[in-house]
C-alpha cells in the first residue's frame, strides 16, 4: 500500500515538473498589444487542412479545444465568432475569416488565399489584417525540410491540392459557402467562452508555428485581387486599437553605428510606415546619440 502511495507521489511530482518545463519552454514572447496576439494564423491554417470543407472549417476555429481564437474586439468579455465567407474567381479562392462587433459593423480578421496552379497543384496563404497585426502577416505551410529552420525560404511552395477542403472547394458540384450567422445569430452547436490573457493564450498557439511559417512573399497574387474590394473594417476596432497599431508600426532598434572618426556610437533607427492617400510610404531616420564631454 505504501509503494503504491509512493509511486502516485512520484508520478505526480513528474506531470507537474514536466508541465512547469512546458510551459517555460513556450514562454510567450512581449506581447505587441495588438489584437493579432489574439488569433493563431498558423492554427486557422492547420483547421483549413484538417476540414473537409469551408462550413466544417468554420466551426473548427469557432471551437473552444483547438486554441485557434482568444479574439474579444468589442470587449464584451466573450470571444467573437468567426465566420467564413468565400469569393471566387476562375481558379482563386479567397476565404474571408470575418467578426462581427457589433449590429452595425464587422471586422475582417484574415483571409486565406487559394490558387490552383496546375492540374493537381494549389498553393495557400493565410494573410493577417492590417487593422488587427499591425500590418499585412503572410503565413504559409512549412515544406518538411523547412520546418527545422527558423523562416521558409520565399523560393519554397507546399502543394496542397492532396487537403481534403482544397480538393472540396474545387469539385463541380461545389457551392459557394458564405456562413448564415451574425450578429445575434449563431449556430446551435456554439458555445461562447472567456477570454484569456496573451501569456496564458500563447503555449496554447504555439505549437501550430511547427508546421507554417511566417515568410515575407506574396504568393497569391490573383486571389488577394478577389479579396481587395470585399475587404471589411470597422470603425470600432480601428479605434479601440489605434494607439497600439501606431506604437506598432512606428519601431525602433538600438544599434551599434561607425562614426566618420571610425568610432563607434549607439544610435537609434526610427521606421515609420504611413498610410496615406497615395499607399504605404516608409521613411526611415537615423539619430546618433554622441557622449557628453565630461
Same mark, same amino acid.
Given at each position: ?147 527545422t529552420k527558423t523562416s521558409t525560404p520565399a523560393n519554397v511552395a507546399v502543394n496542397v491540392w492532396a487537403w481534403p477542403s482544397v480538393r472540396y472547394v474545387y469539385a463541380p458540384s461545389y457551392v ?84 566618420? %572618426? @571610425? !568610432?563607434?556610437? /549607439? $544610435? =537609434? *533607427?526610427? &521606421? +515609420?510606415? #504611413? %498610410? @496615406? !492617400?497615395?499607399? /504605404? $510610404? =516608409? *521613411?526611415? &531616420? +537615423?539619430? #546618433?546619440?554622441? !557622449?557628453?564631454?565630461?
Open positions: 500500500m505504501r509503494l503504491t502511495y509512493k509511486v502516485f507521489i512520484a508520478a505526480a511530482f513528474y506531470m507537474i515538473t514536466t508541465q512547469a518545463t512546458l510551459a517555460q519552454t513556450l514562454a510567450a514572447p512581449d506581447s505587441t498589444g495588438l489584437p493579432g496576439d489574439n488569433f493563431s494564423l498558423e492554427g486557422a491554417l492547420a483547421m483549413f487542412k484538417k476540414a473537409g470543407s469551408p462550413e466544417e472549417f468554420e466551426k473548427l476555429i469557432n471551437t473552444e479545444d483547438n486554441k485557434v481564437n482568444n479574439l474579444d474586439l468589442n470587449g464584451d468579455g466573450e470571444i467573437d465568432y468567426i465566420k467564413v465567407i468565400d469569393k471566387k474567381e476562375e481558379g482563386a479562392h479567397a476565404f474571408i475569416l470575418q467578426a462581427a462587433v457589433s449590429e452595425t459593423e464587422n471586422q475582417d480578421i484574415a483571409v486565406i488565399e487559394l490558387e490552383k496552379t496546375g492540374k493537381d497543384e494549389a498553393v495557400v496563404q493565410i494573410v493577417g489584417d492590417e487593422d488587427i497585426y499591425g500590418d499585412q502577416v503572410f503565413v504559409e505551410p512549412a515544406s518538411e525540410k523547412t520546418q459557394l459557402w458564405v456562413s448564415p450567422w451574425r450578429w445575434t445569430v449563431r449556430p446551435a452547436w456554439y458555445r461562447p467562452w472567456r477570454p484569456v490573457r496573451y501569456h496564458v493564450f500563447y503555449p496554447y498557439r504555439a505549437p501550430y508555428g511547427n508546421h507554417y511559417a511566417v515568410v515575407h512573399t506574396h504568393r497569391s497574387v490573383h486571389a488577394h485581387r478577389v479579396y481587395t474590394p470585399y475587404r471589411t473594417t470597422s470603425v470600432t476596432v480601428r479605434t479601440r486599437n489605434e494607439a497600439s497599431v501606431t506604437r506598432y508600426r512606428t519601431t525602433r532598434t538600438t544599434k551599434t553605428a561607425a562614426s566618420p %572618426h @571610425g !568610432k563607434h556610437v /549607439k $544610435a =537609434t *533607427k526610427k &521606421t +515609420t510606415t #504611413v %498610410h @496615406g !492617400k497615395r499607399g /504605404k $510610404a =516608409t *521613411k526611415s &531616420t +537615423t539619430v #546618433v546619440r554622441k !557622449k557628453r564631454r565630461q
